[in-house]
């Protein structure tokens, strides 16, 4: 009888502990989506802000603006506002085309 109790046992947890593997290590779907955070300017690696759009319109013509100087940019809204961001060794040559645009 005693046998049988700790056979039973053994099987609960190693259910358990398969269920609790399977959540682990599952898909990587969860049913609750994390909230987006929104950081600082300086929180974006490498990228270095070179803008500070007013508005949506004022990014898209900044960045194109880049775009036609040939340079990798993109536009990120930061806890500060929009931030047309570029590599650092982008930086003079992005900061000279917006003074030109």
């Known amino acids: 009888m005693r046998a049988l109790a ?4 053994s099987f609960a947890v190693v259910g358990v502990l398969v269920l609790l593997l399977r959540w682990t290590y599952g898909s990587g779907k969860s049913l609750v ?3 987006p955070r929104t950081g ?3 929180e974006y690696g490498l990228l270095v802000a070179v803008a500070a759009p007013a508005d949506a319109a004022e ?4 960045a194109a603006a880049l775009s036609t100087a040939g340079l990798r940019h993109t536009v990120v809204a930061t ?13 003079g040559a992005a900061r000279d ?3 030109r645009h």
Not at 59 to 62: D, G, N, P, Y
């Open 6 to 9: 700790y056979l039973l046992l």
């Open 33 to 35: 989506a994390r909230r």
């Open 40 to 42: 600082r300017a300086d």
């Open 59 to 62: 990014a898209r013509r900044l």
């Open 79 to 91: 806890s500060d506002g929009l931030r047309l961001m570029v590599w650092p060794a982008d930086e």
């Open 97 to 99: 085309a917006l003074r």
